[in-house]
């Protein structure tokens, strides 16, 4: 090792021992031999802007330095870092590790080396030291002073507020603005300094180390989140930037992310000369070729990208450091250039086992000192890590066990912003702070990110990690995940999301979170619970009756709470829409408030939990039901406006730009979790989730049972409620899913018209000049649509071709074309040629193109709206042969970022697109009227124990809790495509009420707490993975006309 200057370090001089434990060295490793010889100084300058001094040996390696700069500030985590410094060409490049240090740097005593972060992890909560933290969070105040790190103002004003609160502690408004106008942290901050002020209001009590907690949560969902741009053209000649992150290679164009290419997708990256290429593994699902190369300044450049791209790939994906390549006898060919250091795995390995003394640091500029324990015990080795994505406690009460999550999360949406335990030194807040903090990241945040599972770490325990996108055809949601500076999705980046993930075109890229967590079992918790529970099936009936009603408590509060602050910051909306819109919600929710609060303390007698059960009979609930259908009657007046709530608010949104933007960038928080429309429907849906309730209760129940009449009594007054709102709530849902369809097309202007329905959406493969290529088909009563997927930031469909249904003929035709499953659809005007992913595929849009073929037939003619505003055809006529599209119009979407939204990479048109599968307006329906909530048990395949979770499933997805108290998901997974089956004897689940999702290589094991609930959730979920394979025949007497 180098001899450091004589002087004391910043340990030392706290009275801290000095630490052995070097950054790149395995645990019980001794230290590398030094080459003696000349000493050189060389500076390096600090995250804190300091200025410090090494004396090492003239022909040392730069892993000695890096080993020297380390052991000064007592750093255990070194390996996330890195020293930069501008080579003889002025370019900025990385201390190569295995090379001396003099064969890099011509003039050691003119060049100042900075040490800075170079390897930015998916989730900072896998950064066990308070210390590595803090130079995280240096990292991200480096980035926005200088212009590197951009985001939108409220999320550069939150930032700021951590900041400013782990610098000069809780808020006081004239040693704020003082402070303030000494300290600049981002360019322009004057115009942002009362919002800082505003947000730092709220971090009242928050330490240095909490503050940098949640300054890295906010900080890694904005897109530039460790982003170093490197220039670059395509093949067009295009500027375009290229970058390297976990999960794998991204585009930019600006600061707009426009395309990934995920670790698991890249065969093989390589340089000639100037030109940068990158290699991908053949996918019949993708429209890319199979090597993409992009020019960049200079060989340089390209070789120094070369290396980062190589250090980024190791680090991240593999276990261990690779071995050197035996050195060729006679002639070399290529780089000798490799990854030299130890993994992340490698390193969360190391700081797991403890080996090290966690000792004090000082903080600069900060008035508050961070003091780190100095003992670490093998079973504290993780309690300064806010336990966000690993440890969760569960349940309705106190007592709930805690369940730690046992493998990485592969394809959840990982979402995670609450605080830990309260055993947890961060992140603690009252529910009120934590409830404001949370509104405030929401509008600030970016897109949610998603988990992809690493093939080669598949059959290693691994916990949840986020990442940026999925890949193509896999059972992840975004292909390309976008993170918008709208404000949060939410998402799960992601991705993730992996909870998911979804985060978020085209890529997948994932890197693994390695952190091999020991499972905590709940099944001796379960087996008590068990036993001192009821099981009667009324019993479970009546507890749907309860954790439904959460759930639907929870969406109200969307509309009256989240949405009402929201617009009650800004006066975009019109003060009639306003009270026509929380005027009708708000009696819904104080009513259904009282209603949950009767049900629950009905259970809790029933249960036992109170004396009450002596004194009378307390296991029934038709009676509650009954009393309250019955009050709610009075409501109705309310439910009938909801058709004309849904319609004003989205003549608001298209009148007013203002309001659209709004609205958009609060469907982007995490809370919205659906869209935000679905959202003016509940109420409607929760009508009939009372009548399936009552119909399953009263088939239960013998006729001569005590609480059988008042269930029968029930179930006729919802009965009639239903029959009476049905109508309107079709016509409703089908305005809704146009509307909803609407933002995920470009190209059509005029999609919502009266008499227009929904029927389908889904892939299929279009036969053009250039072969297969993948289509996203959109089915109505009056035309059939054909789009491809854009590669812009607002990730919308591409409107491509509209055919007319009106003298439509549909012919298989596999013999003539040779292509499965394929047919052919001959218009007036155009011919195209289909191919489905399955028979049955093929069948539910042939049943459902020739029905409303047919229905077409009795009309006078295509829709002359549609027509007039559709893309312009450039084909003749006369033309009948296959549509030759131009590839160049195709592609063009890839550098056009024409009409930029948000990234929408989670809805159920992009799950249909990666999963090669599609749903009809029946199968929505079904799905309205399957919804379900409460606790499960999951496992996933390789892990040992169980992890308890709120599971809320709706609209085709389950999606993840802590609690049922959380405002929002922490993860989801979209179950199109997924096969539910029950564990076979081989999988060695030996417990009940198991059953079993799987897609591809992707399992998860679920367990309910009764035979009732199992069937319930069996029931569900098939709705979801079974879709239904005939539509409904529409008449024109059913047509939505709005």
């Known amino acids: 090792m180098g001899e450091v200057e004589q002087r004391p370090t910043a340990g030392s001089r706290l009275g801290a021992p000095e630490n052995a434990g070097i950054s790149t060295l395995e645990h019980g490793q001794k230290l590398p031999n030094t080459p003696t010889g000349k000493l050189i100084s060389i500076k390096i300058q600090m995250l804190d802007d300091t200025q410090e001094t090494f004396e090492i040996p003239q022909r040392a390696p730069g892993k000695v330095l890096l080993d020297a700069v380390c052991n000064h500030l007592n750093l255990v985590e070194g390996d996330y870092f890195g020293?930069?410094?501008?080579?003889?060409?002025?370019?900025?490049?990385?201390?190569?590790?295995?090379?001396?240090?003099?064969?890099?740097?011509?003039?050691?005593?003119?060049?100042?080396?900075?040490?800075?972060?170079?390897?930015?992890?998916?989730?900072?909560?896998?950064?066990?030291?308070?210390?590595?933290?803090?130079?995280?969070?240096?990292?991200?105040?480096?980035?926005?002073?200088q212009g590197r790190l951009t985001c939108n103002d409220t999320s550069a004003a939150l930032l700021i507020s951590h900041i400013v609160q782990s610098e000069i502690g809780d808020f006081d408004e004239t040693v704020d603005r003082e402070h303030l106008a000494k300290n600049k942290y981002i360019p322009q901050q004057?115009?942002?300094?009362?919002?800082?002020?505003?947000?730092?209001?709220?971090?009242?009590?928050?330490?240095?180390?909490?503050?940098?907690?949640?300054?890295?949560?906010?900080?890694?969902?904005?897109?530039?989140?460790?982003?170093?741009?490197?220039?670059?053209?395509?093949?067009?000649?295009?500027?375009?930037?290229?970058?390297?992150?976990?999960?794998?290679?991204?585009?930019?164009?600006?600061?707009?992310?426009?395309?990934?290419?995920?670790?698991?997708?890249?065969?093989?990256?390589?340089?000639?000369?100037?030109?940068?290429?990158?290699?991908?593994?053949?996918?019949?699902?993708?429209?890319?070729?199979?090597?993409?190369?992009?020019l960049m300044a200079s060989r340089d450049f390209c070789k120094a990208f070369w290396k980062i791209c190589v250090e980024h790939h190791a680090f991240f994906r593999l276990f261990e450091e690779p071995k050197p390549k035996p050195k060729p006898v006679l002639f070399t060919r290529g780089s000798s250039f490799r990854f030299s250091g130890r993994t992340q795995k490698q390193v969360l390995d190391y700081v797991k086992e403890g080996g090290h003394k966690k000792v004090q640091f000082e903080r600069k500029h900060s008035k508050i000192h961070s003091v780190r324990s100095l003992t670490a015990k093998p079973s504290e080795q993780h309690s300064e890590v806010p336990k966000q994505s690993c440890d969760f406690t569960y349940g309705d009460g106190a007592d709930s066990p805690v369940a730690k999550s046992c493998q990485q999360g592969k394809e959840l949406k990982v979402s995670v912003e609450d605080g830990g335990q309260a055993t947890t030194p961060s992140l603690k807040k009252s529910p009120k702070e934590g409830k404001r903090l949370d509104g405030a990241a929401m509008a600030a945040m970016e897109e949610e990110e998603e988990v992809v599972k690493d093939k080669s770490q598949q059959n290693r325990s691994q916990t949840q990690q986020p990442s940026t996108g999925s890949l193509a055809g896999s059972p992840h949601l975004s292909e390309l995940s976008i993170n918008s500076q709208s404000g949060p999705a939410m998402a799960n980046t992601t991705l993730s999301p992996n909870l998911s993930p979804d985060n978020r075109q085209a890529s997948p890229l994932v890197s693994p979170l390695l952190n091999d967590q020991t499972c905590v079992r709940t099944d001796d918790e379960e087996e008590v619970r068990k036993k001192r529970f009821p099981t009667d099936k009324a019993y479970f009936i009546a507890k749907e009756v309860s954790t439904t009603e959460r759930?639907?408590?929870?969406?109200?509060?969307?509309?009256?709470?989240?949405?009402?602050?929201?617009?009650?910051?800004?006066?975009?909306?019109?003060?009639?829409?306003?009270?026509?819109?929380?005027?009708?919600?708000?009696?819904?929710?104080?009513?259904?408030?009282?209603?949950?609060?009767?049900?629950?303390?009905?259970?809790?007698?029933?249960?036992?939990?109170?004396?009450?059960?002596?004194?009378?009979?307390?296991?029934?609930?038709?009676?509650?039901?009954?009393?309250?259908?019955?009050?709610?009657?009075?409501?109705?007046?309310?439910?009938?406006?909801?058709?004309e709530v849904l319609v004003e608010l989205e003549n608001g949104i298209k009148n007013s730009r203002k309001l659209e933007a709004l609205c958009r960038d609060f469907e982007m928080q995490k809370v919205c979790y659906l869209p935000l429309n679905t959202f003016l429907l509940r109420p409607l849906h929760r009508l009939m989730h009372y009548k399936q309730i009552m119909e399953r209760l009263c088939k239960h129940y013998p006729p001569n049972y005590v609480d059988f009449r008042d269930s029968r009594a029930a179930l006729a007054e919802i009965s009639e409620m239903v029959a009476q709102l049905h109508s309107s709530m079709l016509k409703m849902e089908n305005f809704q899913k146009l509307h909803e369809l609407k933002k995920d097309l470009i190209g059509i202007d005029n999609l919502v018209i009266p008499a227009r329905e929904f029927i389908r959406l889904g892939s299929l493969s279009k036969l053009s000049g250039k072969g297969l290529q993948q289509r996203m088909f959109f089915l109505f009563n009056d035309v059939l649509l054909y789009t491809s997927r854009g590669l812009t930031a607002s990730n919308q469909f591409k409107v491509h071709g509209q055919l007319p249904l009106y003298g439509m003929m549909i012919e298989e035709s596999e013999e003539e074309w040779g292509v499965p499953h394929c047919f052919t659809l001959r218009g007036q005007h155009q011919t195209i040629v289909v191919a489905a992913s399955s028979r049955i595929e093929m069948d539910k849009w042939t049943e459902d193109i020739?029905?409303?073929?047919?229905?077409?037939?009795?009309?006078?003619?295509?829709?002359?709206?549609?027509?007039?505003?559709?893309?312009?055809?450039?084909?003749?006529?006369?033309?009948?042969?296959?549509?030759?599209?131009?590839?160049?119009?195709?592609?063009?979407?890839?550098?056009?970022?024409?009409?930029?939204t948000p990234h929408r990479g989670n809805t159920t048109v992009h799950v249909c697109w990666h999963r090669n599968t599609s749903v009809s307006m029946v199968d929505f329906s079904i799905a309205v009227e399957n919804q379900l909530s409460g606790n499960l048990l999951r496992k996933f395949k390789n892990s040992n124990g169980w992890q308890k979770l709120w599971v809320v499933f709706t609209n085709f997805c389950m999606f993840f809790y802590k609690s049922h108290q959380d405002n929002h998901p922490l993860a989801s997974l979209p179950l199109l495509g997924y096969s539910l089956t029950i564990p076979s004897e081989s999988e060695n689940i030996h417990k009940d009420y198991v059953f079993k999702l799987h897609f591809k290589s992707h399992v998860y094991y679920f367990r309910a707490e009764s035979e009732y609930t199992f069937e319930r959730w069996m029931e569900v979920i098939r709705s979801a993975t079974s879709p239904a394979s005939r539509i409904r025949v529409l008449s024109h007497e059913e047509s939505h006309v709005y």
């Open 83 to 145: 020293l930069e410094f501008p080579d003889h060409k002025k370019i900025t490049v990385w201390l190569d590790l295995l090379k001396p240090i003099v064969k890099q740097i011509r003039r050691p005593k003119h060049v100042i080396l900075k040490f800075v972060v170079k390897f930015f992890p998916p989730d900072h909560a896998q950064l066990q030291e308070e210390l590595t933290r803090y130079l995280f969070a240096l990292q991200v105040k480096q980035d926005l002073a």
């Open 850 to 900: 020739q029905m409303v073929i047919d229905l077409a037939e009795n009309c006078n003619g295509p829709t002359p709206e549609f027509l007039g505003s559709s893309p312009p055809d450039n084909k003749s006529p006369e033309e009948p042969t296959l549509d030759q599209e131009s590839e160049d119009d195709l592609n063009a979407s890839r550098t056009s970022l024409e009409r930029q």
């Open 551 to 643: 759930t639907y408590l929870k969406d109200l509060e969307v509309i009256t709470s989240w949405f009402q602050s929201t617009v009650s910051k800004d006066d975009c909306m019109p003060e009639a829409l306003k009270n026509l819109i929380f005027s009708n919600f708000e009696p819904l929710h104080k009513f259904h408030t009282s209603f949950l609060k009767e049900v629950e303390q009905r259970l809790a007698q029933w249960e036992g939990r109170s004396n009450a059960h002596l004194k009378g009979d307390y296991q029934r609930i038709g009676d509650i039901m009954l009393k309250n259908i019955q009050s709610m009657k009075h409501l109705t007046i309310h439910l009938r406006k909801h058709s």
């Open 190 to 294: 004057e115009a942002l300094e009362d919002k800082i002020m505003e947000f730092h209001r709220n971090h009242i009590g928050q330490t240095p180390a909490e503050s940098d907690f949640q300054l890295l949560e906010i900080a890694r969902r904005l897109e530039m989140y460790g982003i170093r741009l490197h220039p670059a053209k395509d093949r067009e000649g295009t500027k375009i930037n290229l970058t390297v992150a976990h999960t794998g290679i991204l585009v930019f164009q600006g600061h707009t992310k426009i395309n990934a290419f995920n670790w698991a997708k890249v065969r093989k990256l390589s340089f000639k000369r100037k030109r940068f290429l990158i290699k991908l593994r053949p996918d019949v699902n993708s429209n890319f070729q199979d090597t993409l190369e992009f």
